[in-house]
């Protein structure tokens, strides 16, 4: 697609459910990032795939957060057992590669409320 | 700690004015800084992307300065328009680490008024 994709853009979960987070980067990009980004507050690095390698995921605030990409291009942000410290937008983002000029491509985000 | 300080945090202008806005950050070793445009329940958008060579980029209305050795960066809008009105966010890298863990700064929402 023409731009980073994300689904749901909105979802409300009951305290304790599970919830998957889906992002659709733009075709042809290597590199895809997941932020948590509460309201008021810049986003918050979470974790940083490199085609399927999970390279960096020190961002992940517990081990209830896990995400995967297990064929390089769709990736799957997944939220166990959620709280309601978890509701926040959940921003993926990806890039052609990790080159410092590079720019990095936004979606519009999931809006996670945890009640 | 690495850190980006923005100001002000939030600032009313009129159409057609021109403002400045305030990036401070603590993050090192600096790689590079990117100004963002974040519209109310939109991602971010990339503005301008900085080196420690670059002192200034513009991109159409948009001027972005960094000084490196004062960890400062400004980011100048001119002729204000009505579509200006969003937040501005501050992002900072630093040297060897993952491309995607930037310093995010909490962002100048900015006002456009007619």
């Known amino acids: 697609g023409a731009g980073v994709s994300q689904s749901p853009r909105y979802k409300v979960a009951k305290r304790g459910q599970d919830v998957a987070l889906r992002c659709d980067p733009i075709?042809?990009?290597?590199?895809l990032f997941w932020y948590q980004q509460a309201l008021g507050q810049g986003p918050e690095f979470l974790t940083y795939?490199?085609?399927?390698?999970?390279?960096?995921k020190s961002g992940l605030p517990s081990d209830r957060f896990f995400a995967e990409r297990p064929e390089g291009s769709v990736s799957t942000l997944k939220i166990q057992r959620t709280q309601q410290e978890d509701s926040a937008v959940y921003l993926c983002?990806?890039?052609?590669?990790?080159?410092?000029?590079?720019?990095?491509?936004f979606g519009e985000g999931s809006w996670l409320t945890v009640v | 700690k690495n850190q980006v300080e923005q100001s002000p945090q939030s600032l009313i202008i009129l159409e057609g004015k021109n403002c400045t806005l305030q990036?401070?950050?603590?993050?090192?070793?600096?790689?590079?800084l990117r100004w963002y445009k974040q519209d109310t329940g939109r991602g971010p958008v990339s503005l301008t992307i900085?080196?420690?060579?670059?002192n200034t980029k513009s991109n159409g209305r948009y001027t972005a300065t960094l000084d490196a050795d004062t960890k400062q960066s400004s980011l100048h809008i001119t002729a204000s328009q009505l579509s200006d009105s969003a937040s501005y966010i501050c992002?900072?890298?630093?040297?060897?680490?993952?491309?995607?863990?930037?310093?995010f700064g909490r962002g100048t929402q900015l006002t456009v008024w007619p």
């Open positions: 075709s042809g990009h290597v590199s």
């Open positions: 795939f490199q085609n399927e390698a999970q390279l960096d």
């Open positions: 992002v900072v890298s630093a040297k060897g680490s993952t491309l995607g863990r930037l310093y």
């Open positions: 900085m080196t420690f060579s670059e």
């Open positions: 990036c401070n950050y603590t993050v090192s070793p600096f790689s590079n």
């Open positions: 983002a990806s890039s052609t590669g990790i080159a410092i000029g590079n720019t990095i491509y």
